[in-house]
């Protein structure tokens, strides 16, 4: 069955660069048929996305973060990975990663979500 | 940008009642939309797309409708467990995955 974990740094110094790795069980990643999406919720507010890529390495990012965001992927391991830069105390949120269906771009698998706080 | 608009922000039902949430887009986004389901503490789950398609082992109690930029979220009976929050979302262009911001479906 598909399954998605995130993992990284639970903290995170403002300016810094937060980083996060979904790995990824029951699909490969390499799978024509999907996105691989990050989505994320900041405390006690609703969901926003921030960006996903596609398995020839093509990426759409949230025009609201599109300087700051590289998403990347790595078939080898089966995961994609988050590079937010330069983070503020707005970063601070649970982040999803999701798989997104292509032709219809609904996500239907999601990981469980992982808290970032930035803070010094 | 697109923009996603839900109303209401919040309601308070009773178990067995009719719920209708209602979604709308700043800009048509054809049949693109998806509703997702969200308990606290829980990732979203994804209950209809593409406006009306109930997603497989959803039960029949939700239903969604809707084209161009007006959209709606019908749960028929409300049963214990579907008091939650739920989003909309466009999936019309591959730059843009905007959600709602939200109803909060609560006891009353």
């Known amino acids: 069955q598909v399954q998605l974990q995130e993992s990284g740094p639970g903290l995170v110094k403002p300016s810094q660069t937060l980083s996060l790795t979904c790995t990824v069980s029951?699909?490969?990643?390499?799978?024509?048929?999907?996105?691989w999406s990050w989505i994320r919720q900041p405390p006690g507010k609703g969901l926003e996305w921030v960006g996903y890529i596609f398995h020839t390495g093509d990426t759409y990012s949230n025009p609201s973060l599109k300087s700051r965001v590289t998403i990347s992927l790595d078939t080898s391991k089966n995961h994609f990975s988050l590079n937010l830069t330069s983070v503020t105390a707005a970063d601070t949120a649970v982040y999803f990663c999701?798989?997104?269906?292509?032709?219809?771009?609904?996500?239907?698998?999601w990981g469980q979500g992982t808290l970032v706080t930035v803070s010094s | 940008d697109i923009q996603m608009t839900q109303s209401p922000s919040s309601l308070s039902a009773s178990v067995g009642d009719r719920v209708t949430i209602s979604c709308r887009a700043s800009q048509s986004v054809s049949n693109y939309v998806n509703w997702y389901q969200q308990k606290p503490g829980k990732a979203p789950k994804l209950l209809i797309y593409?406006?009306?398609n109930l997603r497989s082992g959803v039960p029949s109690r939700f239903s969604g409708s809707g084209s161009g930029t007006y959209f709606t979220l019908t749960i028929s009976s409300l049963q214990p467990e579907d008091f939650a929050t739920y989003y909309c979302?466009?999936?019309?262009?591959?730059?843009?995955?905007?959600f709602g911001q939200g109803t909060k479906v609560e006891i009353k």
């Open positions: 593409t406006s009306s």
């Open positions: 979302q466009e999936s019309h262009t591959s730059y843009s995955y905007t």
């Open positions: 999701a798989r997104v269906i292509t032709w219809r771009r609904e996500a239907d698998y």
């Open positions: 029951g699909v490969s990643i390499s799978n024509t048929d999907y996105y």
